[in-house]
Nanobody
């Protein structure tokens, strides 16, 4: 298993920026890709962004393209989500997740970190 701990959430004004971090430990060599998801109150958990460790390929949800950037530091086993031009609709609990190369879905999840964007 891979253990994941998110940090960096908080309260920010609309138009502001925030950077989330996800520190991975445990069997980190089994992690093929890392992703960020978010869940707003009363809503389902939605995909936000993904990065592949090997080649750095990234994918983003349409709602965050051009505003969010996912990146990774292999040496630190840490993934980041730089969030710029935040909007109130970005308010959610943000979760970090890891998937293996053989998985179609994500295998391990962090506890989540709250991001609140005020208008």
């Amino acid at each position: 298993q891979v253990q994941l701990v998110e940090s960096g959430g908080g309260l920010v004004q609309a138009g502001g920026s925030l950077r989330l971090s996800c520190a991975a430990s445990g069997r980190t060599l089994s992690s093929y890709a890392m992703g960020w998801f978010r869940q707003a109150p009363g809503k389902g958990r939605l995909f936000v962004a993904q990065i592949t460790w090997r080649d750095g390929n990234t994918d983003y949800a349409d709602s965050v393209k051009g505003r969010f950037t996912i990146s990774g530091d292999n040496a630190k086993n840490t993934v980041y989500l730089q969030m710029n031009n935040l909007k109130p609709e970005d308010t959610a609990v943000y979760y970090c997740a890891s998937r293996s190369i053989t998985s179609s879905g994500y295998d391990d999840w962090g506890q989540g970190t709250q991001v609140t964007v005020s208008s």
